[in-house]
């Protein structure tokens, strides 16, 4: 209600406009894109007025390499559109790489435009609170849809949001408003980090507290409950990183926890109806998930994908085969679908080719590399746990590409890139810049 009122004042300025358009925008994006991407977008445009009075975009150096891998993709696409010859017509159209610059060029954009939002602390620590609020629709509909059954569809605000849930079919898991299991365990992996460092949040106001706690464990319990190996990965690695010195001792709680869970799950002395429930629910698919029988149905492995990424990839390795290309391909030489390369370096590679994945992952990385030097070890005496969240999400957002991609989806990519110039702004603070 706060920032509704601040909207609608005459007295509100651009800059106090923009933040409040990209924090509710933040929280919408969960629930709705098209809402919150709307009021993200204006925001951003706000962004790139702001960031023009105070520094020119190419004097600005991280700027610059993201600008190259846009001219690279560019000129990529369209000499694949008109000038390299389509040796599969009947299966693939040049077009699709014309597409697909949509899914890099306007983020290397937000990276410069979503700063003035987020170039402070409390500007950052404001933007991970409004995320995780945003992230209660996803919990509501997604518990819902693995404990109830719920499938919608669900509207609000007189039919301006539609939900529309899939069924889980056996060993699917919890996916709420994303597309399948993977997505929603993406999406919360990037919000974990930042219930663990509200737990370190200094307050004595114990209604907050209850907050912070029930949004860590529920949360975290969605994570497991989307049985996404992926996800299950980041849940625990969240830990360590964030918390650090701590480490141990939360690690020795969450081994404690999860060793009581086990034993209500498996102890004849609490056998009853629930614990049959509870088995059946949760601990045979964790055991589905790493056993032979969890494997046997996989028409190929994440391996035989990789390798046949890397051949598609030296087939022309400067400019790419185009984007989309590699679900032709691949189904055309081994009559199985799959919807990508599984890794978002070799996709990158397939669609614009090696130069332009090459410098763009040389970048990201000296961002993780700077910032963590920033963030873990210039300060060793002063923590600061949203701003380690922030390098853990990113962290492993990233990682996590390499054996899957969910990049692709609209609400988990603008929120990566927010993430990114988040980094980029704890690397200027710490440089006095």
């Not at 975290?220 to 989307?226: D, P, R, S, V």
């Not at 980041?234 to 081994?255: E, H, N, R, S």
């Not at 494997?295 to 390795?317: C, G, M, W």
């Not at 701003?387 to 969910?406: G, K, N, P, T, Y």
């Amino acid at each position: 209600m706060y920032y509704l009122k601040l909207l609608l004042s005459r007295k509100t300025d651009i800059n106090k406009l923009g933040e409040i358009l990209f924090l509710i925008g933040t929280f919408f994006l969960c629930s709705s894109l098209f809402i919150g991407g709307l009021l993200l977008l204006m925001a951003f445009v706000f962004g790139s007025f702001i960031q023009s009075k105070k520094i020119n975009f190419f004097k600005d150096r991280w700027n610059l390499p993201f600008f190259l891998c846009g001219l690279l993709i560019v000129l990529s696409a369209l000499i694949q559109k008109f000038v390299l010859p389509n040796n599969i017509p009947e299966i693939w159209d040049p077009n699709l790489s014309l597409l697909g610059m949509a899914n890099w060029i306007p983020f290397f954009w937000i990276f410069w435009a979503c700063q003035p939002f987020i170039n402070t602390k409390e500007k950052r620590k404001k933007f991970a609170l409004v995320l995780i609020s945003g992230t209660f629709p996803l919990l509501v509909t997604g518990f819902g849809q693995y404990f109830f059954g719920w499938t919608g569809p669900f509207e609000t605000l007189n039919g301006l949001i539609i939900w529309y849930q899939r069924p889980i079919i056996s060993p699917g898991g919890l996916s709420g408003l994303f597309n399948n299991q993977n997505y929603a365990g993406s999406w919360l992996n990037l919000v974990w980090p930042f219930c663990i460092a509200l737990i370190f949040e200094r307050t004595k106001n114990l209604y907050n507290k209850s907050i912070y706690i029930c949004f860590l464990v529920t949360i975290g319990l969605a994570i497991l409950l989307t049985f996404s190996r992926n996800a299950w990965v980041g849940f625990l690695i969240a830990f360590p990183l964030v918390i650090t010195q701590q480490a141990f001792l939360w690690l020795l709680i969450f081994f404690l926890i999860s060793a009581s869970i086990i034993i209500i799950l498996i102890s004849p002395i609490f056998s009853s109806e629930l614990q049959n429930i509870l088995r059946e629910l949760i601990l045979n698919k964790i055991i589905l998930e790493f056993s032979q029988e969890g494997y046997k149905n996989l028409d190929v492995t994440r391996l035989e994908i990789f390798k046949s990424a890397l051949d598609i990839i030296n087939s022309s390795p400067l400019l790419g085969i185009g984007a989309a290309s590699f679900t032709a391909i691949y189904e055309l030489e081994t009559n199985f679908y799959k919807g990508h390369s599984h890794n978002l370096l070799t996709e990158l590679a397939i669609s614009y080719g090696l130069p332009v994945t090459i410098i763009f992952a040389l970048t990201i990385l000296s961002i993780l590399a700077v910032s963590y030097y920033a963030i873990f070890l210039r300060n060793l005496k002063s923590i600061d746990y949203f701003e380690r969240a922030c390098w853990a999400s990113v962290f492993f957002f990233f990682l996590s590409q390499l054996v899957d991609i969910q990049y692709f989806d609209g609400k988990i990519s603008i929120i990566a890139w927010i993430l990114i110039a988040s980094l980029k702004k704890i690397i200027e603070k710490d440089s006095g810049i």
